[in-house]
T-cell receptor
Framework: QKEVEQNSGPLSVPEGAIASLNCTYS??????FFWYRQYSGKSPELIMFIYSNGDKEDGRFTAQLNKASQYVSLLIRDSQPSDSATYLC???????????FGQGTILTVHP | GAVVSQHPSRVICKSGTSVKIECRSL??????MFWYRQFPKQSLMLMATSNEGSKATYEQGVEKDKFLINHASLTLSTLTVTSAHPEDSSFYICSASLTENEQFFGPGTRLTVL
């Protein structure tokens, strides 16, 4: 079993729709969960992090965490073509700051 | 926000040479920096954790004698790829921890070994 699993996609949504990205992880010791966005040829940029069970909203982005199910998701509302990128899920342990990245989900938002 | 720089952004070298990549945290001090490698269409793979003033901790399967890491100050970590070969061609990315959990990535260095 992989440490972090994401649907590689590609996930294609029309502009204005909600994009839903999912991630499961195997390390029950994970305390913090990060979503990074990576454009082709660029390095990842942090878009959200979540520590507690439930939802966390930041602008058009909502992260959802369920530690019992070892599941974290990212919703992007009102998707824009500029959201087209690879989204990486990365659980981490607070004591080290070490992150394990999933393979990423390729999102394409078409006009 | 936290800014991390890398230099060079792109390097092409001949097989057998060594290449040094610098990672700097520009507006904060980072006791911990991380080095990742990313091959085309693959995710980031952590190579090593670099702590200021101590030896780096390497991930399983990463040769510490081939990938030399030095973290000489709270704002600078260097990765030296020694005796580079074509299979070392990759996108090398560093990150620096602002807090225990927030990591910010440098822009990456694309290494091509001929």
């Amino acid at each position: 079993q992989k440490e972090v699993e994401q649907n590689s996609g590609p996930l294609s949504v029309p502009e204005g729709a909600i994009a839903s990205l999912n991630c499961t992880y195997s390390d029950r010791g994970s305390q913090s969960f990060f979503w990074y966005r990576q454009y082709s040829g660029k390095s990842p940029e942090l878009i959200m992090f979540i520590y507690s069970n439930g939802d966390k909203e930041d602008g058009r982005f909502t992260a959802q965490l369920n530690k019992a199910s070892q599941y974290v998701s990212l919703l992007i509302r009102d998707s824009q073509p500029s959201d087209s990128a690879t989204y990486l899920c990365a659980p981490g342990r607070t004591s080290y700051g070490k992150l394990t990245f999933g393979q990423g989900t390729i999102l394409t938002v078409h006009p | 926000g936290a800014v991390v720089s890398q230099h060079p952004s792109r390097v092409i070298c001949k097989s057998g040479t060594s290449v040094k990549i610098e990672c700097r945290s520009l507006d904060f001090q980072a006791t911990t920096m991380f080095w990742y490698r990313q091959f085309p269409k693959q995710s980031l793979m952590l190579m090593a954790t670099s702590n200021e003033g101590s030896k780096a901790t390497y991930e399983q399967g990463v040769e510490k004698d081939k990938f030399l890491i030095n973290h000489a100050s709270l704002t600078l970590s260097t990765l030296t790829v020694t005796s580079a070969h074509p299979e070392d061609s990759s996108f090398y990315i560093c990150s620096a921890s602002l807090t225990e959990n927030e990591q910010f990535f440098g822009p990456g260095t694309r290494l091509t070994v001929l």
